[in-house]
């Protein structure tokens, strides 16, 4: 084992039923690091960022999530195939077999804290098996100050046990990998899978059911900025649809690129300490911020590299979704304590495959909570086995793998924000333009960002005020002009050059909506439902 300069202070594990284990706390990014290498459980890029494999799975394994059943959630957890039940007997079996493989290890333990909000903050205690994940703990929630170390007794603590593989027919598990969600307990219990991300998503999910019912506050799956003015935007958006880039903005400082509440004062906070973005693809000329972010204390994830340590980051022999995590500091422009105030524009982010969204339309109220419940994206061609052609992807609330709670009740919490705040909420394509994958081609990032600032400083209302066009298919209000882009990139039909072609796409995905949105019907009022785009 290489040398450690332990901190002064140790903590005892008896109490989880870890009598035996060698603990080492509250180690530093750079021990965490060089220990790392020293296991050769990684290896350092020539950027300086540890790079690491997560081995058999490089990203979440929904339906290998858990939450167990009992007097807490039974009556309020929305049961099915996100959130599945798992006895509380099960679990206490479970957790003692995972307590009994990691007794006799050398154990990375970190108390953190989620929600940069002190009166919401949650105290957590990570115990992790590898020094890698103890790195992406430090990167990802928020830092202790040493004196706040005192005592410290958390409200919840994970135990990540990456290399502990369960027996599905003895254990209740659907295969050898888990993470499961005990709200008596308050313990998050992750085993057979060395993802990162599962970490990080175990804490969101408990905080999306805590934050709602006990506080009176809305819990988002988006990034937020500030501007200069003090206003602040969301970005709603699933994975590939550009929430990290968008809201990582020279101009704004950012309060966080992920995991953010809304509270009934009407303030905006992050949950996290860091930034856990997707790096396929990433360039230095398109992305600055992340790609500079990318340093010493930095993680990256199933990135490929030649023997000098260059990274190849269009290479995704390993995975798509190659990550990064670095704690927030590492981004120049951040907002102080990462609250923001005054939520004035909402962005939904899709990447449209079908190229029938307009790349920036303004939601009435319906629509806006139609579309996030609906929280629409699109898969293309060759990003799984067996999709041969674009794929319409819906999760509810942007989020649905991490919501507790049925979509309707997050719903209803936003609508409500929204019209007490005064929000304008827009709908942004960052996908496909001139015809769907394969014969148009991917919106330009800088229009994107000319559209969103145009939203952001008012320029875009003004030059359509009461002269939007309705898109006639899903009912949108549609600018004619914005500035510092193109007339002709604004009306999707008009990209396409083929009246049939787009009408008959745009119908087939409108019909996706619809399908989609009937486990939905019963919970939603007549104005929701007036948001549903028009099928004939």
Aim: net charge positive.
């Amino acid at each position: 084992m290489p040398q450690i300069n332990q901190i002064t202070k140790t903590i005892s594990l008896l109490a989880y039923g870890i009598p035996s284990a060698t603990v080492h706390y509250q180690l530093s990014p750079d021990e965490l690091h060089q220990i790392s290498l020293d296991l050769q459980q990684g290896v350092e890029s020539k950027m300086g960022a540890l790079a690491i494999r997560t081995g058999e799975f490089t990203g979440r394994s929904p339906k290998d999530r858990f939450i167990v059943k009992d007097a807490i959630t039974q009556d309020m957890v929305w049961w099915g195939d996100i959130n599945i039940p798992f006895s509380p007997s099960a679990f206490d079996k479970l957790y003692t077999k995972v307590v009994s493989y990691l007794n006799d290890k050398e154990l990375y333990v970190r108390d953190s804290y989620a929600c940069s909000d002190p009166n919401y903050r949650l105290k957590i205690r990570i115990i992790n098996e590898h020094p890698w994940s103890n790195l992406f703990a430090y990167n990802m929630f928020l830092r202790p100050e040493p004196s706040e170390l005192v005592d410290f007794n958390p409200d919840w603590t994970i135990i990540n046990a990456p290399g502990f593989m369960a027996i599905s027919k003895e254990d209740g598990t659907r295969q050898h990998n888990f993470a499961i969600l005990n709200f008596t307990k308050k313990i998050v219990l992750i085993g057979g899978t060395g993802y990162t991300g599962e970490i990080k998503k175990g804490i969101f999910s408990a905080l999306n059911f805590l934050l709602p019912v006990y506080k009176n506050t809305l819990p988002m799956h988006c990034s937020a900025n500030v501007g200069a003015d003090g206003n602040t935007s969301l970005f709603f958006g699933l994975s590939g649809t550009g929430k990290t880039t968008l809201s990582t903005d020279p101009d704004r400082k950012l309060i966080g690129d992920d995991e953010h509440g809304w509270t009934a004062e009407n303030t905006i906070f992050n949950f996290e300490g860091g930034c856990y973005a997707k790096v396929i693809n990433l360039s230095k000329s398109k992305e600055p911020e992340i790609y500079k972010a990318i340093k010493k204390g930095a993680i990256l994830e199933n990135v490929v590299m030649d023997n000098t340590g260059n990274i190849d980051f269009t290479n995704k022999s390993i995975t798509p979704n190659t990550r990064v995590s670095y704690p927030i500091h590492h981004i120049q422009n951040i907002q102080p304590n990462s609250i923001g105030k005054n939520p004035k524009n909402i962005f939904f982010l899709t990447a449209d495959a079908f190229g029938v969204l307009p790349p920036i339309s303004k939601l009435t109220p319906g629509q806006a909570a139609y579309h996030f419940i609906s929280g629409y994206t699109a898969k293309v061609a060759g990003t799984e086995a067996g999709i041969n052609e674009p794929k319409p992807i819906f999760s509810a609330c942007f989020g649905a793998p991490f919501m507790p709670l049925h979509p309707t009740k997050y719903a209803e919490m936003l609508s409500a924000k929204m019209k007490s705040s005064g929000v304008t909420v827009w709908l942004v394509n960052t996908g496909w333009t001139g015809g769907p994958y394969g014969i148009g081609e991917r919106m330009p990032l800088k229009h994107t960002r000319a559209m969103i600032a145009a939203a952001m400083d008012g320029s875009l209302e003004a030059a359509n005020k009461n002269n939007y066009h309705i898109h006639s298919v899903f009912g949108v209000l549609q600018p004619r002009v914005c500035p510092n882009v193109p007339t002709e990139l604004l009306s999707p039909r008009k990209t396409w050059k083929n009246d049939t072609a787009f009408y008959k796409t745009a119908f087939q995905l409108s019909k996706s909506f619809v399908e989609n949105f009937k486990q939905f019907e019963e919970f939603a009022n007549p104005e929701i439902m007036r948001g549903a785009p028009n099928l004939k």
